[in-house]
């Protein structure tokens, strides 16, 4: 009797995610805003950005979907839920919390073993879109992460306006000479298939547009502990 109870109860407040439909996994890094460890805008092996686009970069091939990143969050749209639900091998179900529990598992090792500095968790979340919302939602994020990123910059200028209309922020932002390390990441990095692609010609011209970017060579590193 309870274990029918219980199953019932489980299945009425889990989720399905649709298996025809987008499916969206998006993280955002815990307290990494906060870290005075970590700058956005340092880009080099083994920085904070550089392992993120490096991880975008393998689960947007591996399952041949978008992702927009910037400041601590990510999104990753994958058309084909199939090709992730079937890979993490949950017994079939789309369960939206069983993806995320072990895609997030798969998320949090590939990313700290290239951010070696710090073990950085992260706060997940699964859900389907309809697939002619896809857009919508990267423009959607697009603004929120704007949003951080020029807050973010202009803090660390010891300026806060976080009250301020965007277009005033960003106006004060452009006073400043490194304003282009701002305005190179400030509305998100879009992904699609392990390629960095233009992001406006995607939402205005429906173009997919693949952008040249050199990423710092991961360099192994070996445990010389037992030694």
């Known amino acids: 009797m309870w274990r029918n109870y219980f199953f019932q109860i489980q299945s009425k407040y889990n989720m399905r995610a649709s298996l025809t439909e987008p499916l969206v996994i998006r993280f955002d890094g815990k307290d990494v805003t906060k870290s005075k460890d970590i700058n956005f805008f340092d880009i ?7 392992a993120f686009e490096k991880t975008v970069k393998f689960f947007t091939e591996k399952y041949h979907g978008y992702s927009i990143f910037g400041s601590d969050e990510v999104s990753f749209i994958f058309p084909n839920p199939m090709l992730v639900i079937a890979d993490l091998d949950v017994d079939k179900c789309n369960r939206t919390n069983e993806i995320i ?3 997030s598992q798969l998320f949090f090792h590939h990313f700290n073993s290239l951010y070696i500095k710090d073990t950085i968790f992260w706060h997940g979340k699964c859900f389907s879109i309809p697939s002619n919302k896809l857009k919508s939602y990267i423009k959607y994020r697009s603004g929120n992460i704007k949003n951080v990123m020029v807050t973010y910059f202009l803090k660390k200028k010891g300026l806060s306006m976080g009250n301020d209309k965007m277009e005033e922020r960003t106006e004060k932002a452009k006073e400043y000479s490194d304003y282009k390390l701002l305005e190179d990441y400030q509305d ?3 992904y699609f298939d392990g390629n ?3 992001i406006n010609d995607f939402l205005e011209k429906d ?18 502990s037992s030694f």
């Open 101 to 103: 529990a072990l895609f």
């Open 188 to 190: 998100g990095i879009l």
């Open 196 to 198: 960095r692609i233009d």
């Open 207 to 224: 173009l997919i547009t693949k952008l040249e970017v050199d990423l710092p060579e991961s360099i192994e590193y070996i445990d010389l």
């Open 44 to 50: 080099y092996n083994g920085s904070f950005t550089d």
